[in-house]
């Protein structure tokens, strides 16, 4: 599922649906590849939060900054628009996916693998064959509470998206959050693991939500929602400190 959000704040809007000057420069995707097996599907809110967290692993990982060997495409990919599409592969498509350079996060029952982000025509075979759409899940239980010590992604509860839509979504707030952080909230963050929870907020905690400052993601509408639709406001201990 393919995901350009426009971001609520910024001076120039790396996601939003009107020509920019980010138009000009080579277009990149951040792939994701979330594992889905036949007879053990992941639970819905684990597999939303462990692609949130993927995206989060490589945002910080050592070879996406500095001189790293992903560093100037991960630059590259963050000058243009950020996009990034969910794909699923069980079987021997997983085991191939695996192969290729990225980095697999692990939740509870999900599996995401996330890719340095590679050229919107440029895709590796083994993943431009994988499917994008009709990717559905699950909670077999409704989920506890979020803890309030830790961030929380909120989803719009007026919204009705696919598995991989709001994964793709979930990852747009993670990473909004990540480049609002602080140096120390970020290390902070990255050495206690990412915690993180994903939760569809009540109606009037969702309107609080939206115009509290926080880090907001609009959907470009080009899948599943209309443009503009607000989808997600990611909710950082430190950001809500800060406001």
């Known amino acids: ?44 809110t684990d597999a939303l939060e ?22 100037q495409v991960m630059r590259d990919w963050q000058d243009a628009r950020i996009r990034k599409v969910v794909r699923r592969a069980r079987g021997a498509e997983w085991l191939r996916a695996e192969a290729l350079p990225g980095i697999t996060v692990t939740g509870k029952s999900a599996e995401v693998r996330v890719f340095p982000p590679v050229p919107l025509d440029g895709w590796p075979k083994d993943l431009a064959r994988l499917q994008v759409s ?22 719009n509860p007026d919204l009705d998206m696919s598995a991989g839509k709001t994964m793709a979504q979930t990852g747009h707030g993670a990473q909004l959050a990540w480049w609002e952080l602080s140096d120390e909230d970020r290390t902070a963050w990255r050495q206690a693991g990412f915690p993180l929870s994903v939760r569809t907020a009540a109606p009037a905690q969702w309107a609080e939500l939206t115009g509290s400052g926080l880090p907001l993601v609009r959907d470009a509408g080009f899948t599943e929602v209309v443009p503009g639709s607000a989808t997600v406001v990611a909710e950082h201990p430190a950001l809500r400190r800060r406001g």
């Open 134 to 155: 009709g990717t559905d899940l699950d909670d077999p239980e409704p989920p506890a509470d979020a803890d309030p010590t830790a961030p929380v992604l909120w989803l």
């Open 1 to 44: 599922m393919t995901s350009d959000s426009t971001v609520s704040g910024g001076d120039v809007d790396p996601f939003r649906n009107e020509p920019t000057v980010r138009d000009e420069a080579p277009q990149f995707v951040l792939p994701l590849v979330v594992r889905i097996e036949r007879d053990a599907p992941p639970a819905r």
């Open 50 to 71: 462990t692609a949130a967290r993927a995206v989060l692993t490589i945002l910080s990982d050592e070879r996406a900054v500095g001189d790293g060997e992903w560093a």
